[in-house]
């Protein structure tokens, strides 16, 4: 199975590097190697290893940041999603994309349904639910993975960030948004398993996060912090 990884140095591309099988030939290809945005270059990269499935790992991620870097945001988000749904039906491969529970507006106390209507309250939920409407009106194949508060050992997230807070005397942080934290880890395992066919998933959204149940993001500090306390001790 020839399946090529875009973005392949974020928290979620080193996940899967760390945890796909070598029963997958996994072709790598980071940002500073390829620029999704970039349509030639994508286009030359898929017509040269012509893969069977094709990971888009890469996006703009930075929910703050894309208030003020909206035609940034836009372009990784959302148009660079047309060139991959273009090549995926010229090529007849698979796409695996991920977007983001900030495609929804918070303001339901039951959980999301893959059909509930998008209405995101900022430019970064806005950028992805366009990229993701892109992939559910003209993509002929395609797994849509919608995470919520991704975490993992690498990159930039909210468990590495506290703990590299974690000498600090105190902290302040909200308790009044909440969420399920998704290990990248956890996620990473299911593609693996989806992509060799242990799992069996018809094309189409899947709403995915980790089991538990939800927690504040001043929970997830608690919880992170104790149990970095105990991995000291053992």
Request: hydrophobic share 30%; net charge positive; glycine share 6%.
């Given at each position: 199975m020839k399946v090529l990884l875009l973005g392949a140095g974020g928290q979620l591309g080193k996940c899967m590097q760390s945890n796909f099988f070598d029963s997958i030939d996994l072709i790598k290809l980071p940002k500073e190697k390829l620029c999704i945005s970039n349509k030639k270059a994508l286009g030359a990269a898929i017509k040269k290893h012509r893969p069977e499935i094709v990971i888009n790992a890469a996006a703009y991620t930075n929910v703050d940041g894309a208030e003020t870097e909206r035609n940034q945001a836009n372009l990784v988000n959302n148009l660079s999603l047309n060139f991959l749904v273009e090549f995926s039906n010229s090529y007849n491969f698979t796409l695996i994309h991920f977007s983001t529970d900030y495609v929804f507006?918070?303001?339901?106390?039951?959980?999301?349904?893959?059909?509930?209507?998008?209405?995101?309250?900022?430019?970064?939920?806005?950028?992805?639910?366009?990229?993701?409407?892109?992939?559910?009106?003209?993509?002929?194949?395609?797994?849509?993975?919608?995470?919520?508060?991704?975490?993992?050992?690498?990159?930039?997230?909210?468990?590495?960030?506290?703990?590299?807070?974690?000498?600090?005397?105190?902290?302040?942080?909200?308790?009044d948004q909440y969420g399920r934290p998704t290990s990248g880890i956890y996620l990473s395992k299911f593609l693996n398993g989806l992509i060799l066919g242990i799992y069996k998933l018809e094309y189409g959204i899947y709403n995915f996060s980790s089991s538990g149940s939800v927690v504040s993001w001043s929970g997830f500090a608690e919880e992170i912090f104790a149990n970095a306390f105990k991995s000291s001790k053992a």
């Open positions: 507006d918070g303001k339901t106390k039951n959980p999301y349904l893959e059909s509930s209507e998008m209405k995101p309250l900022n430019y970064y939920g806005l950028s992805k639910s366009l990229g993701d409407q892109y992939i559910i009106d003209n993509c002929k194949r395609y797994y849509l993975f919608r995470v919520s508060w991704l975490y993992s050992p690498f990159g930039k997230n909210f468990v590495t960030r506290m703990m590299s807070l974690a000498t600090r005397q105190s902290l302040e942080i909200v308790d």
